[in-house]
């Protein structure tokens, strides 16, 4: 067979370990006899439309493995939506660098626009191999048990929900609560993930809100102050894209991007937890914090999920292998054994995965569903890997008071 060139791209928002897919994607296909040149696109699709791309064929071992362990996106990303008009000039630059492999790393909106451009090329009769690799941090991606990026963006939340905890609970006398806003537009997965971070009863987040869910104001209201009277203070976990019960985003935001999607963290939203931070302290009169750590989680290579890191290598691997036997059309997914944890590598037709998303199912979320469930954290905690422990001495507090209780008596 006449050798041709694999072109791969990264699209959407980073992760820690995008560039571990990237550097398996390279070192695989390099070695095969039915590949060329190994290209990049420079920013995702516009890379390609403008024919910037850069060759990646000659990385030296040491720089793919550095690669490997570099957060965010190597390559550039874009969320660029590729348009019909487009099509005929992305083809033309797809022949003049003999492109025959086209690998993406994303999500839905990636997974589509390969299958829109693999199906033009079919049509132009110059067939294309398109294999998508999975990238979100947001979990929602269809087709497989989770994506990666997502458990090391959930070990980073439920790092800063259980240090972030520490901190709320010891000044508890000058904030009395604390307000954490997550990533995820339409799924719960990352606010959820904050529940990992509890090691004693009180301990952070005491409420968590996923978009899944509607809220509702006066409970929301009445939940708070609750949980104020009880511990003295209250810490609670939000998803950016969390509504109230009328439909309205509690950001407040109207603003939405290339591919109809709201954007939360865009000018006029005011940001669900900066929100919800003003009604409470308009009615308790109380102190307190909002903390957004918006696209962190995404590039916090000091809190990369070891096991996630090398899921996305593996994911890598096998769509270049499997864009080099000949497959097309597809996802590499993830399929959890029964057991002890593993996963088995497996493929989604992109149609399937194209504009879907995977929300929580009910049974992760607690019956009042401002908590998870013991399912969800039997799902998590083989991801995120262990946190660490750290001490508390609100017990002694509590001992010294029942011994002065009964002195008095």
């Known amino acids: 067979m006449q050798r041709a060139n694999m072109l791969i791209g990264q699209s959407g928002g980073p992760t820690t370990v995008i560039n571990a897919s990237l550097a398996a994607v390279v070192e695989h296909a390099r070695r095969s006899e039915l590949v060329d040149r190994v290209y990049g696109m420079r920013f995702g699709i516009e890379g390609l439309l403008s024919g910037h791309l850069i060759d990646l064929t000659g990385l030296s071992t040491e720089r793919l493995t550095r690669l490997a362990r570099t957060p965010s996106s190597a390559l550039g990303s874009s969320r660029h939506k590729l348009s019909d008009d487009e099509l005929p000039q992305l083809l033309e630059q797809l022949r003049s660098f003999n492109v025959r492999y086209l690998l993406m790393i994303g999500g839905n909106d990636t997974m589509e626009t390969i299958q829109r451009v693999e199906q033009y090329c079919a049509e132009e009769h110059y067939p294309i191999h398109g294999v998508g690799i999975p990238k979100t941090v947001d979990n929602d991606l269809f087709g497989t048990d989770h994506t990666p990026g997502f458990p090391s963006a959930a070990r980073y939340l439920a790092l800063s929900a259980l240090q972030g905890g520490c901190l709320a609970r010891d000044m508890r006398r000058v904030d009395q609560y604390l307000i954490l806003q997550t990533v995820g537009r339409d799924a719960g997965w990352l606010p959820a993930a904050t529940a990992a971070a509890r090691q004693r009863e009180g301990d952070a987040p005491h409420l968590i809100y996923v978009p899944e869910v509607p809220m509702n104001r006066d409970a ?47 000018m006029g939203g005011t940001g669900a937890a900066l929100h919800l931070h003003r009604i409470l302290a308009e009615h308790t009169g109380l102190r307190g914090e909002f903390q957004i750590p918006e696209s962190l989680p995404m590039c916090a290579a000091d809190r990369t999920s070891e096991i996630d890191r090398k899921e996305a290598a593996a994911c890598g691997r096998e769509a270049a292998r499997l864009a080099l036997s000949g497959a097309s059309g597809i996802m590499v997914g993830m399929k959890r054994r029964s057991g002890s944890y593993a996963v088995d590598y497996i493929t989604v037709p992109l149609q399937e995965v194209a504009r879907r998303t995977k929300p929580m199912p009910p049974e992760y979320l607690a019956g009042d569903k401002r908590d998870v469930s013991p399912e969800f954290l039997a799902y998590l905690r083989p991801l995120i890997g262990p946190l660490p422990e750290h001490e508390s001495l609100d017990d002694l507090e509590r001992s010294w008071a029942e011994a002065a209780r009964k002195t008095d008596r």
């Not at 950016?240 to 954007?263: C, Q």
């Open 220 to 266: 929301f209201l009445r939940d708070a102050t609750d949980c104020i009277d009880r511990h003295g203070w209250v810490s609670i976990v939000c998803g950016e894209g969390v509504a109230w019960d009328d439909g309205t985003p509690v950001s407040a935001s109207a603003t939405l991007d290339r591919f109809s999607n709201i954007e939360y963290g865009a």
